[in-house]
């Protein structure tokens, strides 16, 4: 019998105590979506920036309903392939695109999109055949030498099928139209859209210029017409919608940060990073920025636009300064700056292993690599030479070595 005053615990009780306290968490399902995955680290959707080096560094791609702000180099020229790398790899995996622009025809961006490196691929027949062809001796004595490495796993630097998360893409050729036809695309050219009928109190009640107000409504539409914020159920298989938009905050877009250091939209151009990641939060849509914030004179906007976004990565580009001819970065077309990686679902964020990131432009791909140093100095470079990159060296290793801050140079 029990104790009085203490209540008995049966078995059958016991049982379902236990039931309930190892019950297994079930989470739920995700969209089938072409293109998509979940991520290892938060369980949040992601989808590939068309750079699977990039997708590397941000911790695996894109996550739907995020901002990506890129802050363009000098001129522009590397930011602009990344955005079309992105686009890129929605026509790939037929996502629905959206395209804005002030300077450059959106339809020209959209012809001018690289062209994915399918056909380069060995079917998998080709590959079956290749394992019948018997081995020569020789062959078999190189196996052997290098026999530490057979258990090593296999890298592949093209994508096998276009199902693969992440492609690669010719810079030097352009993608097929009947490709660009499969897809469904939006275009947002700001010339030639119509103005709001001289009714400006929309804009100023707003607090945002009418450019940015006409292109946050024809997103918004979009979305919606294309049932990407759950309001009208999609009939057809669910998609994804990529958004494109280029060098906001320049003077074309009617905003004049880049002009003055105490510009008359002071708030314009955050007041619609606002609005418009309160829509992606909301959507099956993930938006890839450019800012030229090389530009941006009062440096308190700068801050607050990258805190308005959720990932932010910054190009500089080496055209047109002194370490295009300095042989430390010989190697290279510019360094690649990650100020900023959400954190969703998570306390902290999956941060790279290195800070010293750099990008090439070969003849074909655009890779981010870790910055390797030279291990040795030719003997035809003077000691002067040896002395600044000794310097540049120490700089870019101070944020990952804490030896590095000394006044000594590097003994290469």
């Known amino acids: 019998m029990a104790a009085p005053g203490k209540r008995g615990v049966s078995g059958s009780d016991l049982s379902a105590g236990l039931e309930t306290s190892f019950r297994r968490k079930v989470r739920g399902k995700f969209p089938a979506i072409p293109g998509c995955r979940p991520s290892v680290q938060n369980g949040q959707l992601l989808i590939s920036s068309g750079v699977p080096s990039l997708d590397h560094v941000l911790g695996g791609g894109l996550a739907v309903g995020t901002l990506l702000l890129i802050e363009e180099d000098t001129f522009s020229t590397y930011s602009n392939i990344i955005l079309k790398y992105f686009l890129a790899e929605g026509v790939v995996n037929g996502h629905e695109l959206y395209v804005a622009s002030s300077d450059e025809d959106p339809n020209d961006i959209l012809k001018d999109l690289p062209a994915p490196l399918i056909d380069e691929i060995p079917k998998q027949d080709d590959r079956k055949e290749e394992k019948k062809v018997p081995v020569s001796e020789e062959d078999t004595r190189e196996m052997k030498i290098a026999w530490r490495y057979q258990n090593l796993p296999k890298v592949e630097s093209l994508p096998i099928s276009s199902s693969r998360f992440g492609h690669y893409y010719d810079v030097s050729d352009t993608m097929p139209p009947e490709l660009l036809q499969a897809v469904r695309t939006h275009t947002f050219y700001l010339p030639n859209v119509t103005s709001l009928d001289g009714d400006e109190s929309m804009c100023s009640d707003h607090a945002m210029t009418c450019d940015y107000l006409q292109l946050l409504k024809s997103i918004q539409q979009v979305i919606h017409e294309g049932g990407y914020d759950g309001s009208s ?34 708030h314009s151009l955050t007041r619609f990073l606002y609005a418009l990641r309160g829509l992606l ?20 906007i700068t801050m607050r636009v990258r805190n308005l976004s959720d990932t932010v990565v910054g190009l500089e580009s080496f055209i047109g300064s002194e370490r295009e001819t300095n042989p430390l970065y010989k190697d290279y077309h510019g360094l690649l700056h990650v100020h900023q990686i959400p954190r969703l679902n998570s306390l902290i964020s999956d941060v790279s292993d290195t800070k010293d990131l750099a990008f090439k432009l ?40 804490a030896g590095a801050g000394g006044k000594t140079h590097l003994d290469f």
Not at 366 to 382: G, K, N, Q, Y
Request: charged share 20%.
């Open 233 to 266: 159920p999609q009939k057809r298989q669910k998609n994804i919608l990529r958004v494109g938009l280029q060098s906001l905050g320049s003077v074309l877009w009617g905003d004049d940060i880049c002009c003055n250091e105490c510009p008359r939209n002071l």
């Open 362 to 401: 070969k003849r074909k791909l655009f890779a981010i690599e870790r910055l390797h140093l030279p291990p040795d100095l030719s003997d035809t470079v003077s000691r002067l030479n040896k002395q600044d990159l000794a310097g540049s060296a120490k700089l870019l290793s101070s944020g990952c070595s």
């Open 281 to 300: 939060r909301t959507s099956l849509s993930t938006c890839v920025i450019t800012v030229p914030t090389h530009l941006i004179q009062n440096k308190a």
